[in-house]
C-alpha cells in the first residue's frame, strides 16, 4: 500500500470555523490532489500540486486553499467552513505524468468532514 | 472539458456469476489513459484495472477485465465469478494532461449476493 496518512479521519465543526486537513506521503511521489467524494458526483478534484509551492485549481476550488511547503505534505484549507463542505475528502498521489505506471493515483484512507 | 458517464447507479449479481459494469466518457484528447476504482465499505479507494488508450488489447486483472472500444468511447468492466468481496463501489475514472488530472464517474454499487 501506498504510504498515505491523512488526518484527521473524522472532524465535527461549525459553520464559520477554520478547518484544515493534513495529508502526508512517504513516496516521494511529485504529483498530490485533494479530492471531495459526495452522493451523485462521484470524486471531483478540488485542488492539486505538481511540485513544493505549485499548485493549481480544479473543478470545484471555490471556499478552499491548499499548500505545499514540503514534498511530504499538502495541507487543505476551508478557511470559513459551510455546510455546502460537509463531505469526505481524499488525498492521492501520483509519481509524475510520464506513462500508465507513473500516471496512476494512489488514495488515502479519506477524512469525513460535518459542518454543523 | 472531460466527461465520463456511469448509467447504472445500482446492479446485483449472484456470487459466482459475471457482471459487466457500462462507462462511457466524452473527451476530444488522442492520448488518455482509463481506470477503474473499487471502493468497499471501508471507504478506500482500490485500483482494479487501468487501460492506456492507444492499446487495442483489452486489460485483463485475473477476474477483471474491460471492453474498451475506443471508437465508441466506451470502456466497460466485466468481473467473472462473482465474489462477496467484490461488494463495492465502482468508479470509472479518465485521466490525461499534464497535470494526470482524474475525472470521475458517479459510480455504480455493486451487490453481490448468495
Known amino acids: 500500500d501506498a504510504g498515505i496518512t491523512q488526518s484527521p479521519r473524522h472532524k465535527v465543526t461549525e459553520t464559520g470555523t477554520p478547518v484544515t486537513l493534513r495529508c502526508h506521503q512517504t513516496?516521494?511521489?511529485?504529483?498530490m490532489y485533494w479530492y471531495r467524494q459526495d452522493p451523485g458526483h462521484g470524486l471531483r478534484l478540488i485542488h492539486y500540486?505538481?511540485?513544493?509551492?505549485?499548485?493549481d485549481k480544479g473543478e470545484v476550488s471555490d471556499g478552499y486553499s491548499v499548500s505545499r511547503s514540503k514534498t511530504e505534505d499538502f495541507l487543505l484549507t476551508l478557511e470559513s467552513a459551510t455546510s455546502s463542505q460537509t463531505s469526505v475528502y481524499f488525498c492521492?498521489?501520483?509519481?509524475?505524468?510520464?506513462?500508465?505506471?507513473?500516471?496512476?493515483?494512489?488514495f488515502g484512507a479519506g477524512t469525513r468532514l460535518s459542518v454543523l | 472539458a472531460q466527461t465520463v458517464t456511469q448509467s447504472q447507479p445500482e446492479m446485483s449479481v449472484q456470487e459466482a456469476e459475471t457482471v459487466t459494469l457500462s462507462c462511457t466518457y466524452d473527451t476530444s484528447e488522442s492520448n488518455y489513459y482509463l481506470f477503474w476504482y473499487k471502493q468497499p465499505p471501508s471507504r478506500q479507494m482500490i485500483l482494479v484495472i487501468r487501460q492506456e488508450a492507444y492499446k487495442q488489447q483489452n486489460a485483463t486483472e485475473n477476474r477483471f477485465s474491460v471492453n474498451f472500444q475506443k471508437a465508441a468511447k466506451s470502456f466497460s468492466l466485466k468481473i467473472s465469478d462473482s465474489q462477496l468481496g467484490d461488494t463495492a463501489m465502482y468508479f470509472c475514472a479518465f485521466l490525461t494532461g499534464t497535470a494526470s488530472k482524474l475525472t470521475f464517474g458517479t459510480g455504480t454499487r455493486l451487490q453481490v449476493t448468495l
Open positions: 492521492a498521489i501520483s509519481e509524475s505524468s510520464g506513462g500508465l505506471a507513473k500516471n496512476i493515483q494512489y
Open positions: 513516496e516521494n511521489h511529485r504529483y
Open positions: 500540486s505538481y511540485g513544493v509551492k505549485d499548485t
